[in-house]
T-cell receptor, first 114, second 112 residues
Framework: GPKVLQIPSHQIIDMGQMVTLNCDPV?????FYWYKQILGQQMEFLVN????????KSKLFKDQFSVERPDGSYFTLKIQPTALEDSAVYFC????????????FGPGTRLTVL | QQKVQQSPESLSVPEGGMASLNCTSS?????YFWWYRQHSGEGPKALM?????GDKKEGRFTAHLNKASLHVSLHIRDSQPSDSALYFC????????????FGKGTSLTVIP
């Protein structure tokens, strides 16, 4: 079936650095999402994105976070600067319509901030 | 306090058996509930949604919702080894994502 790819699968960076997480969504999808899962905790919604704009964001989506999808390429999550509490697995998802059952998730990027 | 709690944390059932997973929310405003499944090394995949009290059946999977008790369950009959995965419950107040909460998950193992 359709697959969402996430690059890289693992990323280790020093606190204060910038990091960009890349998501290659399903080709005809229009809605894009990022979720965060700290080890041992539940997954949490960060943000969704449509037509070049953030639609909704949670309290976790701090000012240091930004998302974009320039020219139909990767959907990216940028964190600048990173903090220790940003260490987590970040899941990207995409869908053709807005809604839970329609989403396809990627396998996640494990981010470790030292 | 976590808004969505799942039990048990882990569950083993024999192949062909019935697996029952539970989810309780602490917020009476929750109206919409979902079940997700995540196989090892993969991202989650939505299985079912349930928005009304009662049962909803899709193949071998049946979800049951009782809004009065804020309880939703997932029953998998004739469990298969391929059903071995982490199952998440999620709930929200409305159809948007700003108040969309996941549980920590139940790890299901189906023993051949």
């Amino acid at each position: 079936g359709p697959k969402v790819l996430q690059i890289p699968s693992h990323q280790i960076i020093d606190m204060g650095q910038m990091v960009t997480l890349n998501c290659d969504p399903v080709s005809n999808h229009l809605y894009f999402y990022w979720y965060k899962q700290i080890l041992g905790q539940q997954m949490e919604f960060l943000v969704n994105f449509y037509n070049g704009k953030v639609m909704e964001k949670s309290k976790l989506f701090k000012d240091q976070f930004s998302v974009e999808r320039p020219d139909g390429s990767y959907f990216t999550l940028k964190i600048q600067p990173t903090a220790l509490e940003d260490s987590a697995v970040y899941f990207c998802a995409s869908s053709s319509r807005l809604g839970g059952l329609e989403q396809y998730f990627g396998p996640g990027t494990r981010l470790t901030v030292l | 306090q976590q808004k969505v709690q799942q039990s048990p944390e882990s569950l083993s059932v024999p192949e062909g058996g019935m697996a029952s997973l539970n989810c309780t929310s602490s917020d009476r405003n929750f109206q919409y509930f979902w079940w997700y499944r995540q196989h090892s090394g993969e991202g989650p995949k939505a299985l079912m949604s349930i928005f009304s009290d009662g049962d909803k059946k899709e193949g071998r999977f049946t979800a049951h919702l009782n809004k009065a008790s804020l309880h939703v369950s997932l029953h998998i009959r004739d469990s298969q080894p391929s059903d071995s995965a982490l199952y998440f419950c999620a709930a929200s107040e409305q159809t948007g994502y700003q108040n969309f909460y996941f549980g920590k998950g139940t790890s299901l193992t189906v023993i051949p």
